[in-house]
């Protein structure tokens, strides 16, 4: 008999996978249940709740994705700010990403909306993408804390603004908008 722990593993797994397959619309506690193949009672012994159940789903997926970018820019790696939204970009436009994005802004539409759990996850995820911007500016960027993490929120915003685009206006006319800008920032910044 597989123990507890491992059940609700494999279930956080299922779950994951089903959010990023389907979105957030098909979040009703039966269909969380259906995506993992148990009952909603079930799924209720392995979590507290639904919001138990979506939160530990949308951890792994933040470090499914986290694993993603470090791969993509390892640690380590640090660039301008012009050049880490160039990469971001096409990172995040990228198929392999795209799928991350857009639960991504249905998690923060969620979260303006204050449904629970969703304003305690879109905080930690994007604290966890902030950390991951600061990480890759280069030192000379900006040496003050303040004004490093004001960087990277911005830095933050034109990413998470691109990705928003394309669900709105498609991939062709973000994959020009996305061109424009890099050109835009490289007159600014040459390295990027």
Known sequence: MIARDEQRAMAVDHLAA????????QSSLRQLAAAVGVSDRMLLYYFDDKSDALA?????IASQLAVQLAVAVPEGTTMSAARLIAVAT????SEDLRRY????IEVVAAAARREAPFVEIAQRIAAGFMQWIEG?????????????????AAVLAVIDGVALL????GAEL?????????????????SA
Request: charged share 30%; with cysteine.
């Open 101 to 104: 994005m857009r639960l991504w």
């Open 166 to 169: 394309e669900v709105c206006a």
């Open 136 to 152: 890759r500016l280069a030192p000379g960027e900006t040496s003050d804390p303040d004004s490093r993490r004001a960087l990277a």
């Open 90 to 93: 096409d990172l995040t436009t």
């Open 56 to 60: 530990a789903a949308m951890e792994r």
């Open 18 to 25: 089903h959010l990023l397959r389907s979105g957030l619309a």
């Open 174 to 190: 973000t994959k020009s908008a996305a061109r424009k800008l890099g050109g835009f920032l490289s007159e600014r910044d040459p």
